[in-house]
Protein backbone atom coordinates (compact mmCIF):
# COMPACT_ATOMS: atom_id res chain seq x y z
CA UNK A 1 0.00 0.00 0.00
CA UNK A 2 2.47 2.45 -1.02
CA UNK A 3 6.67 3.05 -0.79
CA UNK A 4 6.63 3.79 2.83
CA UNK A 5 9.84 5.48 4.54
CA UNK A 6 11.68 6.89 1.28
CA UNK A 7 10.23 10.09 1.57
CA UNK A 8 13.75 11.66 2.90
CA UNK A 9 15.06 10.68 -0.68
CA UNK A 10 12.90 11.88 -2.54
CA UNK A 11 10.58 9.10 -3.41
CA UNK A 12 6.84 9.56 -3.09
CA UNK A 13 4.87 6.75 -1.25
CA UNK A 14 2.43 6.48 -4.38
CA UNK A 15 0.45 3.08 -3.87
CA UNK A 16 -3.68 2.43 -4.42
CA UNK A 17 -5.35 5.78 -4.28
CA UNK A 18 -8.25 4.08 -2.65
CA UNK A 19 -6.73 1.73 0.00
CA UNK A 20 -9.98 0.53 1.34
CA UNK A 21 -11.88 -0.93 -1.72
CA UNK A 22 -7.62 -2.47 -2.52
CA UNK A 23 -7.92 -4.03 0.90
CA UNK A 24 -11.98 -5.62 0.36
CA UNK A 25 -10.86 -7.14 -2.73
CA UNK A 26 -7.86 -8.81 -1.10
CA UNK A 27 -9.29 -10.29 1.69
CA UNK A 28 -12.50 -11.63 -0.45
CA UNK A 29 -10.07 -13.48 -2.39
CA UNK A 30 -7.95 -14.92 0.91
CA UNK A 31 -4.74 -12.41 0.37
CA UNK A 32 -2.86 -10.49 3.01
CA UNK A 33 -4.65 -6.94 2.70
CA UNK A 34 -1.94 -5.27 1.38
CA UNK A 35 -1.50 -7.77 -1.50
CA UNK A 36 -0.62 -6.71 -5.29
CA UNK A 37 -3.72 -5.44 -6.92
CA UNK A 38 -4.84 -3.63 -10.17
CA UNK A 39 -6.39 -0.35 -9.98
CA UNK A 40 -8.64 0.88 -12.73
CA UNK A 41 -9.66 3.70 -13.64
CA UNK A 42 -12.23 4.87 -15.65
CA UNK A 43 -11.70 3.21 -18.57
CA UNK A 44 -10.83 -0.43 -18.24
CA UNK A 45 -8.93 -3.36 -19.87
CA UNK A 46 -9.45 -6.60 -21.01
CA UNK A 47 -8.07 -9.62 -19.67
CA UNK A 48 -8.13 -13.00 -20.49
CA UNK A 49 -7.95 -15.60 -17.70
CA UNK A 50 -5.32 -18.28 -18.74
CA UNK A 51 -6.43 -20.64 -16.17
CA UNK A 52 -9.09 -21.05 -13.28
CA UNK A 53 -8.94 -18.09 -11.19
CA UNK A 54 -10.13 -16.77 -7.75
CA UNK A 55 -10.95 -12.79 -8.14
CA UNK A 56 -12.75 -10.40 -6.71
CA UNK A 57 -13.29 -6.99 -8.04
CA UNK A 58 -14.11 -3.27 -5.59
CA UNK A 59 -14.16 -0.31 -5.41
CA UNK A 60 -15.94 2.06 -8.31
CA UNK A 61 -18.38 0.46 -10.13
CA UNK A 62 -16.80 0.23 -14.42
CA UNK A 63 -19.66 -2.17 -15.36
CA UNK A 64 -17.31 -5.06 -14.83
CA UNK A 65 -18.57 -8.52 -17.07
CA UNK A 66 -17.23 -11.94 -17.90
CA UNK A 67 -18.13 -13.09 -21.59
CA UNK A 68 -20.79 -10.40 -21.66
CA UNK A 69 -22.34 -11.47 -18.33
CA UNK A 70 -22.25 -8.66 -15.62
CA UNK A 71 -19.74 -9.79 -12.78
CA UNK A 72 -20.84 -9.18 -9.27
CA UNK A 73 -18.75 -7.06 -7.70
CA UNK A 74 -17.23 -7.02 -3.72
CA UNK A 75 -17.53 -10.94 -3.30
CA UNK A 76 -15.19 -13.31 -4.25
CA UNK A 77 -15.60 -15.53 -8.30
CA UNK A 78 -14.40 -18.52 -9.57
CA UNK A 79 -13.40 -17.45 -13.23
CA UNK A 80 -12.92 -20.46 -15.90
CA UNK A 81 -9.84 -20.71 -18.11
CA UNK A 82 -10.73 -19.02 -21.11
CA UNK A 83 -12.90 -16.13 -20.00
CA UNK A 84 -12.74 -12.92 -20.70
CA UNK A 85 -12.83 -10.23 -18.14
CA UNK A 86 -14.24 -6.55 -19.60
CA UNK A 87 -14.88 -3.26 -18.29
CA UNK A 88 -17.03 -0.72 -19.57
CA UNK A 89 -18.98 2.55 -18.72
CA UNK A 90 -18.56 3.85 -15.09
CA UNK A 91 -21.85 3.50 -13.26
CA UNK A 92 -20.36 5.39 -10.00
CA UNK A 93 -16.87 6.12 -8.51
CA UNK A 94 -13.84 5.66 -11.04
CA UNK A 95 -11.31 3.17 -9.65
CA UNK A 96 -11.66 -0.40 -9.60
CA UNK A 97 -9.45 -3.03 -7.82
CA UNK A 98 -8.94 -6.52 -9.26
CA UNK A 99 -7.37 -8.97 -6.84
CA UNK A 100 -6.82 -12.72 -7.68
CA UNK A 101 -5.96 -15.39 -5.20
CA UNK A 102 -2.63 -15.32 -4.64
CA UNK A 103 -1.82 -11.98 -5.43
CA UNK A 104 -0.24 -10.74 -9.09
CA UNK A 105 3.48 -11.94 -9.49
CA UNK A 106 5.21 -8.38 -9.40
CA UNK A 107 8.35 -8.08 -7.49
CA UNK A 108 8.75 -5.31 -4.66
CA UNK A 109 11.20 -2.50 -5.02
CA UNK A 110 11.86 -0.49 -2.18
CA UNK A 111 9.18 -2.21 -0.04
CA UNK A 112 6.40 -2.20 -2.27
CA UNK A 113 4.75 -3.84 -5.69
CA UNK A 114 2.89 -1.19 -6.49
CA UNK A 115 3.52 0.96 -9.72
CA UNK A 116 5.04 4.58 -9.74
CA UNK A 117 4.29 5.25 -13.08
CA UNK A 118 6.38 8.72 -13.03
CA UNK A 119 9.05 7.06 -11.90
CA UNK A 120 9.13 4.45 -14.24
CA UNK A 121 9.64 1.73 -11.28
CA UNK A 122 7.65 -0.80 -9.23
CA UNK A 123 4.53 -3.12 -10.61
CA UNK A 124 4.70 -4.41 -13.60
CA UNK A 125 7.59 -2.93 -15.52
CA UNK A 126 7.30 0.34 -13.38
CA UNK A 127 4.41 1.34 -16.17
CA UNK A 128 0.93 0.96 -16.82
CA UNK A 129 -0.24 -2.28 -18.57
CA UNK A 130 -0.83 -2.53 -22.26
CA UNK A 131 -2.08 -4.73 -25.06
CA UNK A 132 -0.51 -8.24 -25.45
CA UNK A 133 1.33 -8.16 -21.74
CA UNK A 134 1.06 -11.58 -19.74
CA UNK A 135 0.27 -11.13 -16.21
CA UNK A 136 1.37 -13.76 -13.54
CA UNK A 137 -0.27 -14.74 -10.55
CA UNK A 138 1.11 -15.97 -7.54
CA UNK A 139 -0.65 -19.36 -6.80
CA UNK A 140 -3.16 -18.85 -4.07
CA UNK A 141 -5.75 -20.51 -1.92
CA UNK A 142 -8.65 -22.61 -3.91
CA UNK A 143 -12.48 -21.61 -3.59
CA UNK A 144 -13.02 -24.79 -0.85
CA UNK A 145 -10.48 -23.14 1.32
CA UNK A 146 -11.35 -19.67 1.05
CA UNK A 147 -15.47 -20.03 0.61
CA UNK A 148 -17.62 -17.55 -0.71
CA UNK A 149 -16.92 -14.06 0.62
CA UNK A 150 -18.98 -10.80 0.65
CA UNK A 151 -19.15 -7.33 1.95
CA UNK A 152 -21.73 -7.15 3.43
CA UNK A 153 -24.14 -4.33 1.60
CA UNK A 154 -24.37 -1.58 3.75
CA UNK A 155 -21.12 -1.67 4.04
CA UNK A 156 -20.29 -1.03 0.38
CA UNK A 157 -19.04 2.60 0.11
CA UNK A 158 -22.10 4.99 -1.95
CA UNK A 159 -20.25 6.69 -4.52
CA UNK A 160 -21.33 10.64 -5.16
CA UNK A 161 -20.59 13.28 -7.65
CA UNK A 162 -20.91 15.21 -4.52
CA UNK A 163 -18.54 14.45 -2.13
CA UNK A 164 -17.97 15.92 1.92
CA UNK A 165 -14.62 14.56 3.33
CA UNK A 166 -13.65 15.39 7.32
CA UNK A 167 -10.53 17.82 7.76
CA UNK A 168 -8.42 18.34 10.71
CA UNK A 169 -6.30 21.73 11.04
CA UNK A 170 -3.77 21.54 8.68
CA UNK A 171 -0.09 22.62 10.02
CA UNK A 172 0.30 26.31 8.60
CA UNK A 173 -3.47 27.19 9.45
CA UNK A 174 -2.68 30.00 10.80
CA UNK A 175 -1.60 31.26 7.78
CA UNK A 176 -5.11 32.35 7.11
CA UNK A 177 -7.76 34.82 8.75
CA UNK A 178 -10.62 32.94 10.52
CA UNK A 179 -12.61 34.31 7.86
CA UNK A 180 -10.86 32.45 5.15
CA UNK A 181 -10.69 29.17 7.59
CA UNK A 182 -14.32 29.53 7.47
CA UNK A 183 -14.52 30.19 3.87
CA UNK A 184 -12.92 27.26 2.91
CA UNK A 185 -15.18 24.81 5.43
CA UNK A 186 -18.23 26.16 3.60
CA UNK A 187 -17.45 26.51 0.41
CA UNK A 188 -18.07 23.72 -2.51
CA UNK A 189 -15.31 23.12 -4.61
CA UNK A 190 -15.12 21.92 -7.98
CA UNK A 191 -12.40 18.86 -9.33
CA UNK A 192 -10.43 20.65 -12.23
CA UNK A 193 -9.97 18.13 -15.36
CA UNK A 194 -5.84 18.99 -14.36
CA UNK A 195 -6.17 16.70 -11.56
CA UNK A 196 -3.95 13.67 -11.54
CA UNK A 197 -2.84 10.62 -8.98
CA UNK A 198 -0.58 13.47 -7.74
CA UNK A 199 -3.09 15.77 -6.43
CA UNK A 200 -6.48 17.21 -7.04
CA UNK A 201 -6.56 20.74 -8.20
CA UNK A 202 -9.80 22.79 -6.83
CA UNK A 203 -11.83 25.77 -8.52
CA UNK A 204 -13.78 27.70 -5.99
CA UNK A 205 -13.76 30.41 -3.92
CA UNK A 206 -10.44 31.86 -3.02
CA UNK A 207 -8.74 31.48 -0.32
CA UNK A 208 -6.10 33.90 0.43
CA UNK A 209 -3.19 33.77 3.20
CA UNK A 210 -2.39 36.57 5.63
CA UNK A 211 1.30 36.27 5.33
CA UNK A 212 3.65 38.37 3.00
CA UNK A 213 6.51 36.10 3.36
CA UNK A 214 6.64 32.67 1.35
CA UNK A 215 7.10 29.71 3.94
CA UNK A 216 9.83 27.46 4.47
CA UNK A 217 9.20 23.73 2.41
CA UNK A 218 8.41 20.88 4.70
CA UNK A 219 7.19 17.51 4.17
CA UNK A 220 3.84 16.69 2.93
CA UNK A 221 1.04 14.24 3.82
CA UNK A 222 -1.52 12.12 2.10
CA UNK A 223 -4.75 14.62 2.20
CA UNK A 224 -2.67 17.68 2.64
CA UNK A 225 -4.46 20.73 1.74
CA UNK A 226 -2.03 23.06 -0.04
CA UNK A 227 -2.71 26.83 -1.29
CA UNK A 228 -1.17 28.48 -3.68
CA UNK A 229 -0.65 32.16 -4.03
CA UNK A 230 -3.89 32.09 -6.31
CA UNK A 231 -6.04 30.96 -3.85
CA UNK A 232 -6.92 27.73 -5.46
CA UNK A 233 -6.37 24.75 -2.92
CA UNK A 234 -4.59 21.76 -4.72
CA UNK A 235 -5.36 18.16 -2.29
CA UNK A 236 -2.42 15.93 -2.18
CA UNK A 237 -2.85 12.33 -3.06
CA UNK A 238 -1.26 9.12 -3.45
CA UNK A 239 1.71 10.12 -6.00
CA UNK A 240 2.23 13.65 -4.14
CA UNK A 241 5.72 15.00 -4.16
CA UNK A 242 7.66 14.58 -0.89
CA UNK A 243 7.89 18.84 0.05
CA UNK A 244 6.14 21.65 -0.44
CA UNK A 245 6.40 25.28 0.39
CA UNK A 246 2.55 26.26 -0.09
CA UNK A 247 0.85 27.01 3.45
CA UNK A 248 -1.51 23.61 4.49
CA UNK A 249 -4.61 24.89 5.33
CA UNK A 250 -6.07 21.36 6.14
CA UNK A 251 -5.50 17.52 5.97
CA UNK A 252 -8.58 15.64 4.83
CA UNK A 253 -8.72 12.61 7.52
CA UNK A 254 -7.44 9.00 6.56
CA UNK A 255 -10.21 7.30 6.77
CA UNK A 256 -12.34 9.35 4.02
CA UNK A 257 -9.22 9.41 1.55
CA UNK A 258 -11.00 6.34 -0.76
CA UNK A 259 -14.12 8.69 -1.33
CA UNK A 260 -12.08 11.02 -2.77
CA UNK A 261 -10.09 8.26 -4.53
CA UNK A 262 -13.37 7.68 -6.34
CA UNK A 263 -14.30 11.33 -7.46
CA UNK A 264 -12.90 12.69 -10.86
CA UNK A 265 -13.01 15.80 -12.60
CA UNK A 266 -16.19 18.02 -12.16
CA UNK A 267 -17.52 16.38 -9.15
CA UNK A 268 -17.99 18.50 -6.33
CA UNK A 269 -16.01 18.98 -2.76
CA UNK A 270 -16.44 20.14 0.80
CA UNK A 271 -14.76 19.95 3.69
CA UNK A 272 -15.92 19.50 7.06
CA UNK A 273 -13.94 20.27 10.60
CA UNK A 274 -12.87 17.31 12.42
CA UNK A 275 -10.85 16.54 15.19
CA UNK A 276 -7.51 14.21 15.23
CA UNK A 277 -10.15 12.27 17.88
CA UNK A 278 -12.61 11.54 15.34
CA UNK A 279 -10.31 11.08 12.33
CA UNK A 280 -8.59 8.16 14.92
CA UNK A 281 -11.92 6.76 15.60
CA UNK A 282 -13.14 6.63 12.31
CA UNK A 283 -9.60 4.75 10.77
CA UNK A 284 -10.33 2.49 13.73
CA UNK A 285 -14.30 2.05 12.29
CA UNK A 286 -13.23 1.20 9.30
CA UNK A 287 -10.20 -1.08 9.84
CA UNK A 288 -13.21 -3.15 11.79
CA UNK A 289 -15.40 -3.33 8.50
CA UNK A 290 -12.56 -4.98 6.55
CA UNK A 291 -12.40 -7.27 10.09
CA UNK A 292 -15.55 -8.18 10.27
CA UNK A 293 -17.97 -7.11 7.54
CA UNK A 294 -16.71 -9.42 4.88
CA UNK A 295 -18.46 -12.89 5.41
CA UNK A 296 -19.16 -16.14 4.00
CA UNK A 297 -22.63 -16.28 2.52
CA UNK A 298 -23.41 -19.62 0.60
CA UNK A 299 -21.63 -22.69 0.83
CA UNK A 300 -20.75 -23.03 -2.76
CA UNK A 301 -19.30 -20.24 -4.77
CA UNK A 302 -20.49 -18.63 -7.88
CA UNK A 303 -18.58 -19.31 -11.37
CA UNK A 304 -18.74 -16.97 -13.83
CA UNK A 305 -17.57 -17.95 -17.29
Not at 146 to 151: E, L, P
Request: glycine share 10%; with cysteine; charged share 20%.
Amino acid sequence: MGRHGHQASGMPVAGAMDTFSLQAANLLVGNDPGAAALEITLVGPQLRFLSTAVIAVTGGDLSPAVDGNPLPMWENVLIEAGSLLTFGAPRSGCRAYLAVAGGWAVEPVMGSRSTYVKGQIGGYQGRALKAGDTLLHYRGKDFNQIGYRIMQAEWVPRYKTDVSVRAIVGPQADFFSSVMRERFFSADFCISPLSDRMGYRLEGPSIQSVMEKEMISDATALGAVQVPPDGQPILLMADRQTTGGYPKIATVITADIPLLAQAQAGHQVRFVPCTLGEARAALRQQAEVLRSRIIARRLSPPEVS
